[in-house]
């Protein structure tokens, strides 16, 4: 009685007769959720197509400014090495031509020395002239 009620439960007169309907009009709409389903796949490969070719597109431009921060980068460190040896020279030639200048203001005090003492010196053979004279 237990086993005919559960089945009267789970398999009744009505339920039975719905379900044989959902599985008929379901065999018969088949073909048509099929053909539902390929164009659905068919749309999702165009669109991963389509998603793939975007993707590469995006590499290939990602690769290009890579390169090109990459070439600008060493013209860059290229540039900088220049203006470093550049500096180095500059600095080379402002030693030594402040060298130079020591040696020249050194020089110029000598000539002033001397050019006083000759002056002096002349002066004194101008008084001993005159005193001569």
Known sequence: ?????RNERLYGPGDLQER??????????????????????LKISKDLVDLQIETNKMKEQYETEN???????????????ELELCSEKVTG?????RERLHALETSRKELAD?????KS???ALGKELEQEV
């Not at 044989?20 to 796949?41: H, I, N, Q």
């Not at 390169?67 to 090495?81: G, T």
């Not at 001397?114 to 000759?118: D, F, G, R, S, T």
């Open 1 to 5: 009685v237990q086993l005919q009620d």
């Open 20 to 41: 044989m309907g959902k599985l008929a009009g379901s065999k018969t709409d088949l073909p048509a959720r099929m053909v539902f389903s390929e164009e659905e796949k």
């Open 67 to 81: 390169f090109e921060l990459k070439n600008m980068i060493l013209a860059l460190e290229n540039r900088v090495l």
């Open 93 to 97: 030639e402002r030693d030594a031509l």
């Open 121 to 123: 010196n002349y002066l």
């Open 114 to 118: 001397e050019y006083i003492i000759l």
